[in-house]
């Protein structure tokens, strides 16, 4: 393989065609299921599918077939098979659905903005995960250009990812046998640790999302009034809390949502707070004189990965600051999001908060705790075969001049988990452009493009080597 022309095919595509696209892809406002109702009727779904597969259509690999499956009442999903060479076959994924736009963009940006500056496409999806099925494509046109093998490759694009991948388990379940038991399963969906080497993803956090609510009166009332007599509901709600949290130090207090950390994790943490040092805190915009919860590396580390997290993402009854009036509220609400160590069970962890939110509220408050479907466990990734590792640092040397780097990722992939049950002897390549300041989900995402050209010339590398080695 000819690593030099490998880039230059793979960069000459995103240059000509893969940066406009994805700049088109951002513009559409396709929001996952769980936070836009009306995605069935609104059409944005169906205008990100289509900006996707036209693209995929006009740089078909040989003999690509491509299918948009569709079912009623599920999102769609972008099915895409190219035939290879021999017996196997390697699975790679993404997804096509973003995140809320969120407010606090610089002026000059927006979540539906596409702008390319200092080497960054800016927009909401761009690096999550829009650009997965170019990348993946243009990987196996590198080889192909060359007439160099790989394997069978199947591509799976979903459309329900950011709302714990809902559908995904229904059109697994019906694609089983075409898929078949993939040798490699590769994601694009995930992080990385900088912008200067590979980084392989060796483990993943679950999550759990749900709406916490307590109700004292059942209307507002005068709260010279009421205060002092009705219990605030805020004041309820921030005792729950404290059953689940130590508002002190963050520590979850549930024990059923922490799992013992491997010791393998354990040495890789170490090894990466060497690589990052203080860019494991630097990289977050902290306001003047704000600090981060320690500046132990390898803590800062295992409370990302390894440890259960709670971080409250929205409120309800809270009237806007200009509205507020001398009125003791009826009710608050809060959006409570809860990270889960990769091998807890988040069903049991569901049960376990619901159980200590609910039990006994304070002065008989009328409390409720409703978990969001989609609750996903994490993932821990199988041993790397010799064969994996050697491929993988073979690319990242080649195209990044440095070897490959593991990290334990904080977010959550669903599918990730499903294929690890489904197909247990699986080797797994899980990364992504995410990396510092990237702030996927927030204001400001950006895709970083060197990255993602040289990650897609490594995808290529792998498969490559994945049809030679594996």
Not at 54 to 81: D, N
Not at 176 to 189: F, S
Not at 380 to 403: H, I, M, R, Y
């Amino acid at each position: 393989m000819d690593n030099k022309r490998i880039q230059n095919y793979t960069d000459t595509l995103w240059n000509s065609s893969i940066l406009e696209v994805l700049s088109e892809y951002i513009k559409v406002p396709n929001q996952s299921p769980l936070y836009d109702p009306e995605w069935e009727t609104n059409g944005y779904t169906e205008q990100a599918v289509d900006i996707m597969t036209a693209w995929c259509k006009s740089h078909a690999p040989k003999g690509m077939q491509l299918e948009v499956m569709k079912s009623p009442g599920r999102t769609p999903l972008i099915y895409i098979e190219i035939p290879g060479q021999g017996d196997e076959t390697v699975l790679l994924y993404g997804h096509m659905d973003k995140q809320p736009e969120m407010v606090g963009w610089h002026l000059e940006l927006g979540p539906r903005k596409p702008v390319i500056q200092n080497d960054k496409l800016y927009g909401r999806g761009g690096a999550d995960d829009g650009y997965a099925v170019f990348a993946s494509l243009a990987a196996i046109l590198a080889l192909q250009e060359q007439n160099l093998p790989h394997a069978r490759c199947v591509i799976l694009i979903e459309a329900s990812e950011e709302s714990g991948s809902i559908d995904l388990p229904y059109y697994l379940e019906k694609l089983g046998d075409r898929i078949g038991n993939p040798r490699l399963v590769m994601c694009l969906d995930s992080g990385c640790g900088n912008y200067d080497q590979l980084w392989m993803t060796t483990s993943l956090r679950g999550n759990m999302v749900g709406t916490l609510r307590a109700s004292v009166l059942k209307e507002g009332v005068h709260s010279g009034a009421a205060s002092g007599i009705a219990a605030d509901s805020f004041r309820v709600i921030r005792e729950l809390l404290s059953r689940v949290e130590d508002e002190k130090t963050g520590k979850i207090l549930l024990d059923a949502l922490y799992s013992d950390i491997p010791a393998d994790r354990m040495e890789e943490v170490k090894i990466c707070a060497e690589v990052l040092g203080d860019q494991i805190y630097g990289e977050f915009p902290f306001q003047d004189g704000a600090l981060p919860v320690t500046k132990d590396k390898i803590e800062l580390l295992l409370n990302r990965t390894w440890r259960p997290a709670l971080s409250i993402t929205g409120a309800g009854g809270l009237p806007a600051i200009q509205n507020a009036g001398n009125v003791s509220r009826p009710e608050t609400a809060l959006k409570l999001s809860m990270r889960l160590p990769p091998v807890c069970d988040a069903g049991r962890a569901v049960q376990v908060m619901k159980a200590a939110l609910e039990a006994n509220p304070p002065y008989g408050a009328k409390v409720t705790y409703e978990p969001d479907p989609g609750a996903a466990t994490g993932w821990n990734a199988p041993p790397t075969a010799p064969w994996l590792l050697e491929a993988v640092n073979q690319a990242s040397d080649a195209f990044f001049g440095k070897q490959t780097a593991c990290i334990g990722e904080g977010g959550s992939i669903p599918f990730i988990g499903m294929m690890g049950r489904r197909f247990p002897e699986a080797q797994f390549v899980i990364t992504g452009v995410l990396g510092p300041a990237s702030n996927a989900h927030g204001p400001n995402e950006f895709l970083h493009i060197p990255m993602a050209k040289r990650l897609t010339a490594c995808m290529a590398s792998i498969l490559h080597a994945q049809f030679n080695m594996g």
